[in-house]
């Protein structure tokens, strides 16, 4: 499903032509912009999808799965269509690439005590990547890209140094969020300097100054809105009608109309790509401009959720998509939920899953309540 929405997300990238003070510069000047509707923002098109759809809904993951591998093709992009001009891509430096991903790779089959500590990951896989990238003119910001695939998500198996079984290797945790695994120490780790990171970077890059609207502003909101829509609605269709990748019983056509306008919902990468792919200033104003009115996009997805024609297609407030989790029970307006309703999921040391639990904590709360008003008020109907 990912695949075909992605296909989908990509053909919103032809832009429209209009006839403006614009068009003196040349078609292939405005054309340039082709990779700003590629992106999705994935926290916002995530805070919406969970206002939308019931918790644990199949929808949201596939939302985020179809989020994640567009932004990530988004960064392709930026490091391959959008370059420096004057310093041309230097192929044969991506040598280095491969040589990171083998180290990395070597490193991971290598029963060594090594192969759980990430920071070798970093250095014998990262590096090699960055400096070939940033020596091939590309954009070394997608050096770990090629690194963090082979990081383990579980602690593997070692062998001391004489061929007995490491006494060191920790015991193995069946938990999905298992600390001690290689990839969840390395995102623990360095979540607080990338979110520093992220911060500053959005402070320095993301303003959108309104004094240019014009027809590029419509266009890239267009083309986010209107291409993502189409592509992605019949691509997914297409591809559960033939059988070749078939939808989760849970997700119906609605909700593929749905979660393709909210993978419209562009902002922060598109708005970057924005300022990489025009320089003149009145045409990355338009673009921006374009890039950011996608966000009403998810308020109007909020909004017709609120309507009878949506929400009474939820029969039942659910927590989960699978039967281990129990089904939330109506309560009164007021009642308190369980102190423990959804804690196993998180890692309550991550102020991002900390933040996560406790909205979806709050919008447990906030449907049962409705839905036992709702109960309440039919009753006193009958």
Known sequence: HGSAGLLGNLSAAVPFNFSSPEAALGFAEIAHGWGVPTAT??????????????????????????????????????????????????????????????????????????????????????????????????????????????????????????????????????????PQAPLQAFEHRLKLPVDLGMFFFTLANAGVRLVHVGPLTLAIFLSLFVGKFIGIVGLVIMADRSRCAPLNARIKVPDVAMLASMASIGLTVALFIAGEAYQQERLQSEAKLGALLSGLVGAACVAFAKTPCWSRRWTQVTTTSTTSEPTLPSRRPGAQLGPRLLSSHYDYDDVADIVAAALERSLLLTRANEKAFMLEEGAMRV
């Open 41 to 178: 923002d994935i926290s916002l098109a995530w805070m919406v999808a969970v206002q939308v759809f019931p918790l644990r809904h199949p929808a949201i993951e596939f939302l985020l799965l179809l989020a994640v591998a567009d932004d990530a093709i988004g960064l392709v992009i930026i490091a391959t269509a959008y370059g420096d001009p004057d310093h041309p891509v230097q192929p044969m430096w991506l040598l280095l690439v491969l040589a990171g991903i083998g180290a990395s790779l070597l490193l991971r089959w290598t029963p060594l005590p090594t192969r759980n500590w990430w920071p070798l990951y970093i250095l014998l896989g990262g590096i090699p990547c960055w400096v070939g990238l940033i020596s091939a003119a590309m954009h070394p910001a997608l050096a770990l890209v090629f690194v963090v695939p082979f990081l383990p998500a579980s602690v593997l198996p070692t062998i001391g140094l004489f061929g007995s079984p490491s006494s060191a290797t920790p015991t193995h945790s069946h938990s999905p969020h298992d």
